[in-house]
């Protein structure tokens, strides 16, 4: 924290929107400096992306959220909120599914040659070598910057597949530079030395790591104590409420204006608004409202939505994974975890419960498939992968989480900067933190450090909130 602060935090009366890591951190951080928070949250249960939810007694995570961080403060601070008693540490175990085949993820050198067979190993290192003398002309698209790096049947095998199962989109539509900041030291080479020499690297790249530290309850359980602590030192946390205006003055946000539980919309007058609401939102929410082309930027970020298939099996059914990547074009699913592995308090004795990922478009014909279908076609796809029978499953659970994934396309660069830069002009003392409150790929860390640096310049200091995270390569997908 600044050591001269050179604003009074007794006059603040901050607004917090959104209860998720970033939001709950801001509240949490800015009560070390006496400050209560008013925050407001739109759903019924606090963690956003990151809560476990919870369902006849079982409990799922939305993906696998893995703690792990390279940002001391951040490490100190899950301590700070999580008795060490809830803390597993927990073993990593992944592999890619392709073509009926299982590769250990992490790449290990025999068996990946195993899987690919001596032959298809030489076609692979020939088309890298061709690939080294006849390079993609355009390494501006993803798919030409993997190529260059790895050959056409390897990025086949390895890459093509699955990001387009995440992303809903070409390869070779996708930006480069998103490539460059995700897995930007990502090369064959790299990838065979630390298949040869396991051990190299581990805990630089989190990718690499084979441990890494999970709250017993799943990730919801941090943020269902923070906000127990907040809410003790005085802060308030209001569920059920969404944020729909935020009315500014002379270059200040003055009020924020949300619907309660009741359907009334009550305002609540702030010093300061943090806002971990999606930043496009925020924008199209404030009044009066910015001019045209700022509500095109607005428009013009897009996100990537995700629902997870709970499937309950026996635990023989499972496997020893936290998670496993389907590669095959055959089916929909894109991962499945078991969270069995993740923590047995996650599951019932002799059961565990396989999160199936599928990778969607809010509205589209998954997203708005009855549940029932989406489970039995969850189960069909269990059993193509040879996995489990449609005999082992008990009972099946539809999870659905929008907006799961800000989306780096051509544009989004320039679409953010203009509303970083409406908001510096005409809205000065509103805070954007988080994932998609700053339209940025961040996992909880860095969702969580952009609220701690963010209640310092509250307070005075000036860091650039906009550089964290500029240039990590640990994210829950990026691999290689
Ligand atoms: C599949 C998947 C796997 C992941 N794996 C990991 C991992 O292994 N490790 C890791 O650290 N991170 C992981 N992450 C990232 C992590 O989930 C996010 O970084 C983190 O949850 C972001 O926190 P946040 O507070 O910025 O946003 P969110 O979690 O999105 O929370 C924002 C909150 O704001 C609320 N809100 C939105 N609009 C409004 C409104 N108008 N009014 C009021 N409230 C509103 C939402 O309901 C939500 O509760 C993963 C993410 C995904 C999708």
């Known amino acids: 924290m600044p050591e001269h602060s050179s604003a009074d935090p007794s006059s603040f009366a901050p607004v917090v929107i959104g209860a998720g890591p970033a939001g709950l951190t801001a509240a949490y951080q800015l009560h070390k400096h006496g400050v209560s928070s008013t925050i407001l949250e739109a759903d019924k249960v606090v963690g956003g992306i990151s809560r476990t939810v919870e369902r006849d007694g079982w409990r799922f995570d939305i993906g696998g959220h893995r703690f792990f961080t390279k940002v001391k403060p951040v490490e100190e601070l899950w301590h700070e909120i999580l008795p060490d008693e809830d803390f597993l540490m927990r073993p990593r175990k992944s592999r890619i599914y392709y073509q009926g085949k299982y590769y250990d993820y992490p790449l290990k050198a025999f068996n990946a040659l195993g899987n690919l067979g001596i032959l298809e190993a030489f076609r692979c290192v020939g088309s890298y070598a061709w690939a080294r003398v006849r390079p993609p002309k355009d390494q501006n698209n993803y798919e030409g910057w993997l190529v260059a790096r790895f050959g056409w049947r390897l990025y086949r095998t390895f890459f093509e597949t699955y990001t387009e199962k995440v992303w809903g989109m070409k390869v070779a539509d996708m930006p480069a530079d998103w490539a460059a900041q995700r897995v930007k030291n990502l090369s064959l080479m790299n990838a065979i030395t630390n298949a040869i020499l396991p051990k190299r690297n581990q805990k630089d790249i989190t990718s690499l790591i084979e441990e890494f530290q999970y709250p017993k309850l799943g990730p919801g359980m941090m943020w269902e104590r923070c906000r127990d602590l907040v809410v003790a030192k005085g802060s308030t946390v209001a569920m059920n409420t969404r944020v729909e205006q935020v009315k500014h003055r002379d270059g200040k ?176 003392n509103v805070y954007p933190v988080g994932r998609n409150g700053m339209h940025k790929y961040n996992n909880q860390d860095h969702s969580m450090y952009t609220a701690m640096l963010s209640v310092e310049n509250m307070l005075g200091a000036s860091h650039d909130i906009w550089s964290v995270n500029v240039e990590e390569e640990y994210h829950e997908e990026a691999k290689g």
């Not at 509500?295 to 309950?312: E, H, I």
């Not at 009855?370 to 189960?379: C, I, M, N, S």
Request: charged share 20%.
């Open 253 to 428: 946000a003055i009020a924020v204006l949300a619907r309660d539980a009741d359907g009334h919309l009550v305002e609540h007058p702030c010093s300061h608004v943090v806002s971990s609401m999606p930043i496009p939102h925020l924008l199209k929410a404030m009044s009066p409202q910015p001019p045209a082309e700022v509500l095109a930027a607005a428009d013009g970020l897009k996100f990537r939505d995700f629902l997870t298939v709970a499937l309950v099996v026996p635990e023989a059914s499972g496997f020893p994974d936290n998670w496993i990547y389907i590669h095959d074009p055959n089916v929909e699913v894109g991962r499945i975890q078991n969270f069995g592995s993740w923590s047995p308090y996650l599951v019932k004795d002799g059961r565990t419960c396989l999160g199936l990922e599928y990778f969607v478009d809010e509205g589209d014909r998954l997203w708005n498939s009855a549940d029932e279908d989406l489970v039995a076609q969850g189960t069909r796809e269990l059993a193509a992968l040879g996995l489990s029978q449609p005999s082992d499953v008990e009972s099946g659970y539809v999870v659905r989480m929008p907006k799961a994934y800000p989306i780096y396309d051509y544009t989004y660069k320039s679409n953010v900067d203009v509303l970083r830069g409406w908001l510096a002009e005409h809205a000065s």
